[in-house]
């Protein structure tokens, strides 16, 4: 993942005083959030499938080894390839390999964060390959030379606008082209990569370890073709999306779609495994996983962080979170953005955005609310933040926190700090000069006073 | 219902201490009114949440002994901050890692609680006597209502005021901003979320703008200033601490 913002502080800074972007993010985390409300209230059952995945999750990251295993010996037993990948470099070089091995000139794609996340696109255009993202957010994103801002809809920041300009350039429709004919238009010209395709590429939304099956939940059908029309499947996935039993599905297709899109169930959802048998009609000649680690053996061994192996990529903590809302996914300088990518950035690349991105959280607990898989996101925000205030940077905040550590010890140090601290609120009164952070504070909103006699004066001692 | 409490003490905290000295005097009238004379330790200071929310954990957690050196001796400990008590319940178990700390830091986080909270769910009282006639709006803390989940106490204690008026927020559930280190380490998205929260209340035509922690009440009243809203913001317990 390379780093692309200048920062949460700055970024976010910008995108709050850009009314259009925060209009395009409510229009649509404010529905998703409405029909996901509705669709998991109806379910009486809605809490006890959640503890339910959590369990499952927890016991399936306790023997994670083990399903790993029994996941590879079940994809290859059904004919299927299976490559293990220490990080990025590893995975993107073994997809390259696949493809010039296969002879590919055109690779056609449906929506993964994970081979964002390894900026895949980049390395196979490198080798000369055409690349088509077909998911239609994704397309544009390809088109335009963006990035994705949200988990589940990549475009939520750009307006219906900036699509009929981007599409008038690149497809030819009129620049006021309404939404039906720029969808039109992008159907008609993804159909034709389908076609010439000969490889395509999947994320996976769930590995069942049972029958070696990759599980592909999506709503515009851009996944099955990719996955049934070109000789060659190739999916990719993190470690962390092993699931033990075809039957923990029944649990899992509820959570994530009413928890994503707030539908009952997605459009499609395929189960493959393996590549096309012979007596099938349809289906690729070959078919490879990649298992990406890419950090998430470390973020497993890591006591505090293991927990965010567990999402599943849902975006209903982004859909909640007034600090996504207001700074946009670009902000957080990651594909993954949001409460959990803000865990999750640091966590896989070993500390980036480490400074800055737990901090970017009120700590306000709506996203663990909302998590499907109750995550704990502000513990882990937290916990990071402990890692942050290690940092070379922060020496000064760390000789504050021990000295304010010890006054707050010792009820005495604490009244002389009380009476100093309002000698001290006098002096910058008439000196109209500020010291961060209190400069910060007083940017956004009136300092408040120090009440003239503290309350410990004010009772008997 | 457990058994009245026989031994509470009012934990001031350091927010209410140096800013708000008239929101422990009115917790410990609220309190007296439902038949609860609270001492206040003289030993106390603050819980540590700016610490470790800050990053500071090893700092925090000496400030979790403190605290159970300051409170242990009670049966009850009361806050008038969600923030504080959801600090001492979620995180302080987290903290004490020993063994010999964490079974009593366990007990006491279990007896610790916000003044709402004791008053609703520990002595099952709705009303305690107060008259307030105004037109209010509620601005339940992020930890009060999701920490916590205690909100619902303190709306049901504001209904039993007398002649007030509630006029509910359209979204009660969003963070005002505040967040302790982040308002200002991101000071123009901590604005964002307040200038929303502002007018959210402007909008209920309420003529007192009522929360439930000090930061909440630092954070709207910094806000309200700024942009000199006539609109008043006040502590719950300054409005259940009415004659």
């Known amino acids: ?461 | 219902m457990a058994d009245r409490p026989a031994r509470v003490a009012l934990f001031t905290t350091c927010l209410v201490d140096q800013f708000y000295p008239q929101v422990a005097e009115a917790t410990l009238r609220v309190l007296d009114r439902v038949g609860v004379r609270a001492d206040v330790p003289g030993g106390q200071t603050c819980c540590g949440q700016p610490l470790l929310n800050d990053g500071f954990p090893k700092e925090a957690a000496a400030l979790a002994r403190h605290f159970l050196r300051t409170f242990e001796p009670y049966d009850a400990v009361v806050a008038p901050s969600g923030s504080c008590v959801a600090t001492v319940r979620e995180f302080y178990p987290h903290l004490a890692q020993e063994a010999r700390w964490r079974e009593r830091i366990r007990s006491l986080a279990h007896r610790t609680y916000e003044v709402s909270e004791f008053v609703v769910r520990v002595l099952g009282v709705e009303r305690v006597q107060a008259r307030f006639p105004h037109r209010v709006t509620f601005h339940p803390s992020c930890h009060l209502l999701r920490g916590l989940r205690a909100a619902e106490c303190a709306r049901r204690l504001l209904l039993g005021v007398e002649d007030l008026e509630l006029v509910d927020l359209a979204h009660p559930e969003a963070c005002c901003g505040f967040g302790g280190v982040f308002s200002v380490k991101f000071p123009e998205v901590s604005r964002a979320l307040l200038e929303d929260k502002l007018a959210d209340a402007q909008a209920t035509g309420a003529q007192l703008l009522v929360s439930t922690d000090a930061g909440c009440l630092m954070q709207l009243e910094g806000g309200l200033a700024r942009h000199r809203i006539p609109l008043r913001c006040v502590h719950l317990v300054e409005v259940l601490g009415q004659p």
């Open chain 1, 1 to 461: 993942m390379r780093p692309t913002s200048a920062g949460f502080k700055d970024a976010s800074a910008r995108a709050v005083h850009d009314p259009a972007l925060r209009e395009a993010i409510v229009r649509v985390t404010g529905s998703l959030g409405v029909r996901r409300a509705q669709v998991t209230a109806e379910l009486p059952h809605f809490d006890a499938l959640r503890d339910r995945a959590k369990r499952i999750k927890e016991h399936t990251l306790a023997h994670l080894d083990r399903y790993l295993e029994q996941l590879e010996e079940a994809v290859r037993s059904r004919g299927g390839h299976v490559h293990w990948c220490r990080d990025g470099e590893e995975a993107v070089g073994c997809v390259v390999r696949i493809c010039r091995e296969v002879g590919a000139r055109v690779v056609a794609k449906s929506k993964s964060m994970v081979t964002e996340e390894l900026e895949l696109n980049r390395a196979l255009v490198q080798a000369g390959m055409e690349v088509v993202e077909t998911d239609l957010g994704e397309f544009v994103v390809q088109l335009s030379g963006d990035r994705p801002s949200h988990l589940i809809a990549p475009i939520i920041h750009k307006r219906r606008e900036d699509v009929a300009e981007l599409f008038s350039r690149h497809l030819g429709t009129p620049p006021d082209a309404p939404v039906q004919v720029l969808t039109a238009a992008a159907r008609a010209h993804l159909r034709r990569a389908f076609l010439r395709a000969d490889v395509g590429i999947t994320g996976a939304n769930f590995l069942v370890a049972q029958t070696g099956s990759v599980v592909l939940v999506e709503n515009e059908g851009n996944a099955r073709m990719v996955t049934t029309r070109p000789r060659v499947h190739v999916a990719v996935a993190g470690l962390e999306k092993v699931i033990p039993r075809l039957a923990d599905l029944a649990v899992f297709l509820p959570l994530l779609v009413r928890s994503a899109t707030g539908q009952r169930l997605s459009v499609y959802v395929s189960l493959l495994s393996g590549p096309r048998r012979p007596r099938e009609l349809d289906g690729p000649d070959a078919f490879h996983l990649v298992l990406v680690d890419n950090g998430r053996t470390r973020t497993w061994l890591d006591p505090d962080l293991r927990e965010a192996l567990q999402c599943i990529r849902c975006s209903a903590c982004l859909n909640v979170c007034p600090v996504y809302e207001r700074a946009g996914g670009h902000a957080y300088g990651s594909v993954y953005s949001g409460p959990i990518g803000a865990v999750v950035t640091p966590a896989l690349a070993g500390g980036r955005g480490l400074l800055d991105l737990p901090f970017a959280s009120s700590l306000c607990g709506a996203c663990r609310d909302v998590c499907p898989l109750r995550i704990d996101i502000p513990r882990m925000l937290v916990a990071l933040r402990a890692r942050a205030s290690a940092a070379p940077q922060a020496r000064w905040e760390r000789r504050l926190a021990r000295l304010a550590a010890w006054v707050l010890q010792h009820p005495t140090a604490y009244r002389w700090a009380s009476a100093l601290g309002r000698l001290g609120e006098r002096g910058l009164r008439r000196s109209r000069w500020l010291p961060e952070p209190l400069r910060a504070w007083a940017q956004a909103r009136e300092l408040p006073r120090l009440s003239s006699k503290p309350f410990h004066r004010r009772v008997r001692p």
